[in-house]
T-cell receptor
């Protein structure tokens, strides 16, 4: 299957700072990338859909000014958590899809963010 | 109503057992599905695509029952490594449920 990388795999930051997470599709061009968040023992929650070269589409309740998404190329999307708070601590997972007919997704390994 | 609903489990089965769990869906227009597995603290991995009445891949069999609007996943000869949470999602959908937790016991 297709490979998606995510960096960093874990990060600890202080309240008020910003953290950037990178998501790369390594062996295919990802027309669309998705960003999810998952709290312990809960399901994946879609945060936003990102298409290369255009603005991301955010799900209801997700602050676009707090979670900045950039999808500058067909292989790279970034999520920046700005002014992080402890409640932003979570598992952030990106996925990439090259098939718009089905949204078959390949997930990155995730980034575990802890805000102290 | 949620797009898909799954019995959260946990299903605890002995190694070698056959186990099946269902995923019911609300949108009768859904024609195809994905099954993903997610290990604890890991990302989901695509297990199987189901585009018609069913699909079989080794020990795993998925069946789609359109009349009753559910999709099932059958695991034969379960292994310890099958322990995970199994998620079903209609294609073209991005909403994941909580999945079904399976633990295979030695």
């Amino acid at each position: 299957g297709a490979v998606v990388s995510q960096h960093p795999s874990w990060v600890i930051c202080k309240s008020g700072t910003s953290v950037k997470i990178e998501c790369r599709s390594l062996d295919f061009q990802a027309t669309t990338m998705f960003w999810y968040r998952q709290f312990p023992k809960q399901s994946l929650m879609l945060m936003a859909t990102s298409n290369e070269g255009s603005k991301a589409t955010y799900e209801q309740g997700v602050e676009k000014d707090k979670f900045l998404i950039n999808h500058a190329s067909l292989t790279l999307s970034t999520l920046t958590v700005t002014s992080a708070h402890p409640e932003d601590s979570s598992f952030y997972i990106c996925s990439a899809s090259g098939d718009l007919s089905s949204y078959e997704q390949y997930f990155g390994p995730g980034t575990r963010l802890t805000v102290t | 109503r949620k797009e898909v609903e799954q019995d959260p489990g946990p299903f605890n089965v002995p190694e070698g057992a056959t186990v099946a769990f269902n995923c019911t869906y609300s949108n009768s227009a859904s024609q195809s599905f994905f099954w993903y597995r997610q290990d604890c603290r890991k990302e989901p991995k695509l297990l199987m695509s189901v585009y018609s009445s069913g699909n079989e891949d080794g020990r795993f069999t998925a069946q789609l029952n359109r009349a009753s609007q559910y999709i099932s996943l059958l695991i034969r000869d379960s292994k310890l490594s099958d322990s995970a949470t199994y998620l079903c999602v209609p294609t073209r959908q991005l909403t994941f449920g909580s999945g079904t937790q399976l633990t295979v016991l030695p």
